[in-house]
C-alpha cells in the first residue's frame, strides 16, 4: 500500500521571525513574530485562521508604533488587510479564510515611532493535500521527452575522467575525479565530480547523484564524497555542464556573460528553453552511473534543492531507473499558476502583461514543470515545503507533490522561508538509507 506521510515541525508555534530592514541594536533588536491559532499552521477549507502580530525589543513587548497587514493567496492577488496602533504592548491579530485549497500568506510590517519598517511573514497551508495542477498535461508531454532521450541515446557516452587527490578530504579507501561526459551532439557536457570505494564488487554499491540550485558555479567535491563516504555511488553536477574547481572570477564572468539571466534564456520554445538541456544532462548522468559495474542495479537516487529539487522532480518522471528522489523546496512548479489564478514557482517563467500571461511562453513552459514530471514519478519521494517561501511557494510545490506516485513525505516548515537547512538535508539521506534498506531487504528471498 502506498503511504503519504507529512512532517510538521516540531519547533515552536511561530510562523516568521523578523526579517529586519534595520541594522542590529545589540540584544534588544526590534522583531516582529508572527505566529498561527494552529502548531501546524495547516486547516480545511473555509477554516477561520488567526494570525498573531507581535512586535517586541528583546523580549519585551513593543508598546509604541503601527502594524499594518495584508493577507494573499500565497502571494497572488489580495484577500485583505488591516492597520492598527499598538497599545499597552498588546498584539494584533489578522483573521482570514480560503474556499478553495491553497496557502495564505500574512505580511506584516510595524512602523517604529522613528519611521523605520520591520517585515515578517506568516503561513498557513489550506487543505494543500487537495492542490491540484493549474493546467493538465500536454498530450503529447511524453512523446516529446521520448524524443529527447532517443536522440541522446545515439550520442556515445564518452568521457573523460581526472583523479582528485583527496588528501585530507576523505578516507583512503574513497577516490574521486572530475568527469566530463559527452552529451548532446550540439551542447555542453555533463560535468562533475564523481566518487566512490576504491574497491567494491560488482554490482554492489546504490547510487546517488547531487544537483544543484540556482547559480551559476562549479560542481562540489564534499557532495560527492559524501555519498562515497556512506557506501554509495555519488556523483555531483553542475547545472550548466562548465569546468569545475576554477577560481571564482571564472563563474562570476559566466553569470555576467554567457549565462546571465540562462533562467529565461531561449523560452519562447520547448526546443531552446535552458532547462531542457539541462534536464538530458540528468538522463546523461543516471546513464553515467546506472554504467557502471559496481552499481547494484537497484537504488537509484537523486537529490537537491530548489533549482535541483526541480531536477530532482524531473528524473523521477524521466526515467524509470530512478528509486529515490530528495526534493527540497522544489522550484519550476506549476509555471501555469496564473491560469488557476494562484502564484507560480521559480524562476516566474512566463511573463503577464495586463493580466495576460504570453502565450507562446506558457506553452513551452508546460514542458519543462516539475508539476508535470512528478505526475510521471513513481520513485519514493521526500519534499520539504516553506510556508513563507516566497521564492518556491508552498502552494505551487504542493501542486507537484500531490501528483507523486510512489511512497512519500512532505516536510512542513511553516516557520521556513527558501532554505534547505542541516536539519531537512539530514532528514533527506536518512530518508534514503531506509529507502536502500527496504529495497535490500526485498531483494533478499524470505526464509523457508
Known sequence: ???????????????????????????????????????????????????????????????????????????????????????????????????????LLLTAVYTGADGKKITAYGGAGISPLEI?????????????????KESLAKVP????????????????????????????????????????????????????????????????????????????????????????????EFYSDLNAGDLYNYRHSGRESRDTIYFRGMLVRLVRAIDFLTSRPEWDGTVMAVIGHSQGGLQALAAGGLDERVTFIGSGVPAGCDHTGMRADRISGWPKLVPVENGVPDHAVLEASRYIDAVNFASRCQADAIVSAGFIDRTCPPTSVYAAYNLLGGEKEMINRPDMGHAAPAEIQALFWAALESHLAEKKGAAVPAAQ
Not at 521571525?17 to 495547516?42: C, H, K, Y
Not at 477549507?45 to 494570525?51: S, T
Not at 564518452?158 to 583527496?166: D, I, R, V
Request: aromatic share 6%; charged share 20%.
Open 157 to 248: 557516452m564518452e568521457f573523460t575522467s581526472e583523479p582528485q587527490n583527496l588528501e585530507g578530504k576523505a578516507p583512503e579507501g574513497i577516490e574521486a575525479f572530475d568527469v566530463q561526459i559527452q552529451c548532446e551532439a550540439e551542447g555542453p557536457p555533463v560535468s562533475g565530480y564523481f566518487a566512490k570505494p576504491k574497491i567494491a564488487a560488482a554490482k554492489s554499491l546504490p547510487a546517488v547523484l547531487w544537483v544543484h540550485g540556482a547559480g551559476v558555479r562549479g560542481s562540489s567535491l564534499p557532495n560527492a564524497l559524501k555519498g562515497a563516504k556512506k557506501g554509495f555511488l555519488s556523483m555531483d553536477i553542475n547545472a550548466h555542464g562548465i569546468a569545475n574547481g576554477k577560481p571564482k
Open 1 to 103: 500500500m502506498k503511504r503519504s506521510c507529512l512532517l510538521v515541525s516540531s519547533r515552536c508555534s511561530i510562523i516568521a521571525l523578523a526579517i529586519l530592514l534595520t541594522p542590529l541594536l545589540g540584544n534588544g533588536a526590534p522583531s516582529v513574530e508572527v505566529s498561527t491559532d494552529r502548531e501546524n499552521a495547516l486547516y480545511e477549507v473555509n477554516d477561520p485562521v488567526v494570525f498573531t502580530i507581535q512586535a517586541k525589543d528583546g523580549d519585551r513587548n513593543l508598546n509604541r508604533g503601527e502594524i499594518s497587514w495584508t493577507l494573499s493567496m500565497d502571494g497572488f492577488g489580495k484577500l485583505g488587510e488591516g492597520t492598527q496602533s499598538i497599545e499597552g504592548g498588546k498584539a494584533v491579530e489578522a483573521t482570514g479564510s480560503l474556499d478553495q485549497p491553497g496557502f
Open 132 to 148: 491540484p495542477p493549474s493546467l493538465p498535461v500536454p498530450d503529447d508531454f511524453d512523446q516529446f521527452w521520448a524524443s529527447q
